[in-house]
């Protein structure tokens, strides 16, 4: 389970030589975020600190932390990776909070350890296969023309743990 958390450094600090700052659950909620931040820029050793930046974070899944990111919206990106974990955060580096929710609840096909096995589970749900004729049938390529054809996208997010969405 991921438990993102950041780095937030005093800007006055940092720019008159000291490291001091906190490390913050980003997932908190929000106003605790801000008096954590408060409460660190109070100690800073540079009187009258105000300005602050995330220098660091750490389980946010393969999501990449902008430099330049707002406490706002990361915490808005941290619940939403602690709700949905490895899968939330990949789907982060390629859509927006509302969109990746949008394919998690309308789109997503399950787990499956292969696209093959999507692809065999789907047929054998949907259609009647005769006996004589299972054997011909090659799930790997069916698979493979999902994906080419861009009916459905994947993302691996463990070895054998392919998740399945349809596009659209």
């Known amino acids: 389970m991921l438990q993102p958390k950041i780095y937030v450094a005093c800007l006055a600090a940092y720019n008159n030589g000291y490291l001091h700052g906190r490390w913050i659950d980003a997932d908190n909620d929000l106003d605790v975020i801000k008096d ?64 990746a929710e949008r394919y998690l609840q309308e789109q997503y096909a399950g787990c499956y350890s292969s696209t093959s096995e999507f692809a065999e589970q789907l047929t054998e749900e949907t259609t009647e296969i005769p006996s004589h004729l299972a054997f011909y049938i090659d799930y790997e390529k069916m698979a493979r023309d999902m994906e080419y054809s861009g009916d459905i996208f994947t993302i691996e997010t463990a070895f054998d743990e392919i998740h399945v969405f349809w596009a659209s």
């Open 36 to 99: 954590e931040i408060s409460q660190m820029l109070k100690t800073s050793p540079v009187e009258d600190a105000e300005e602050y930046a995330i220098h660091d974070y750490e389980d946010f899944g393969g999501y990449q932390l902008g430099e330049y990111e707002g406490i706002e919206h990361t915490h808005e990106l941290a619940s939403f990776i602690t709700e949905h974990g490895e899968l939330g955060a990949e789907l982060l580096n390629d859509y927006d909070i509302e969109e």
